[in-house]
């Protein structure tokens, strides 16, 4: 059974970087899936900020690519993601989950983490 | 790329069926056979209920069905339970430039 582990720094300030880490277990990081992070404000919905494969092929929310990076650590089996100049909008519930290669949905989930972006 | 159109709010009393919506475009729900639903209890992780539009994972009861006309796919719960109060999330693939896209979000409350 796969585990995903979120964390990082709960408060960041603004302007500047936002950075967090999923550690897996269960499964290994260069299996066949691709590992994404998802969001989600306050009372408000869910979105995708990007994905990467164990090769290091990246797909980022076309919103967010030009602040987002999505990395893996083989050797930690883990991944991180970093956003950069943040503001308060990106005060949110940051999840990693896994989609299975072919699948097309996002079959585990970890517990989440919050981050706060104030100064 | 927006967001794909959930209403707002749903309900039922228990032992009935409610049926959600979720409407996209050509490019993602009525493009791909790649529509998921997921349950989110309150200050939880999303859980996937639904994958490939009417696929269930293993675990989740069969009150859970999904389907997709056009541009629109739709979750039902049938048999309506107090634990099937939550919020439901849909979500298309919609291409290798970005590949996912969620919906707005539902909540279901059981009377």
């Known amino acids: 059974q796969v585990q995903l582990q979120e964390s990082g720094p709960g408060l960041v300030k603004p302007s500047g970087t936002l950075s967090l880490t999923c550690a897996v277990s269960?499964?290994?990081?260069?299996?066949?899936?691709?590992w994404t992070w998802v969001r989600q404000p306050p009372g408000k919905g869910l979105e995708w900020i990007g994905e990467?494969?164990?090769?290091?092929?990246?797909n980022y929310n076309p919103s967010l690519k030009s602040r987002v990076t999505i990395s893996v650590d083989k050797s930690k089996n883990q991944l991180s993601l970093k956003v950069s100049s943040v503001t308060a909008a990106d005060t949110a519930v940051y999840y990693c989950?896994?989609?299975?290669?072919?699948?097309?949905?996002?079959?585990?989930w970890g517990q989440g983490t919050l981050v706060t972006v104030s100064s | 790329q927006s967001a794909l159109t959930q209403p707002p709010s749903a309900s039922g009393s228990p032992g009935q069926s409610v049926t959600i919506s979720c409407t996209g475009t050509?490019?993602?729900?009525?493009?791909?056979?790649?529509v998921s639903w997921y349950q989110q209890h309150p200050g939880k992780a999303p859980k996937l209920m639904i994958y490939?539009?009417?696929k269930r994972p293993s675990g989740v009861p069969d009150r859970f069905s999904g389907s997709k006309s056009g541009n629109t796919a739709s979750l039902t719960v049938s048999g309506l339970q107090a634990e099937d109060e939550a919020d439901y999330y849909c979500?298309?693939?919609?291409?290798?430039?970005?590949?996912?896209?969620f919906g707005t979000g539902t909540k279901v409350t059981v009377l």
């Open positions: 989950a896994r989609v299975p290669f072919f699948f097309y949905a996002f079959d585990s």
């Open positions: 269960g499964d290994s990081i260069s299996s066949s899936n691709w």
């Open positions: 990467i494969y164990h090769s290091g092929s990246t």
């Open positions: 050509s490019s993602d729900v009525g493009g791909y056979n790649y």
């Open positions: 490939e539009v009417s």
């Open positions: 979500s298309s693939y919609a291409g290798s430039n970005n590949p996912y896209v």
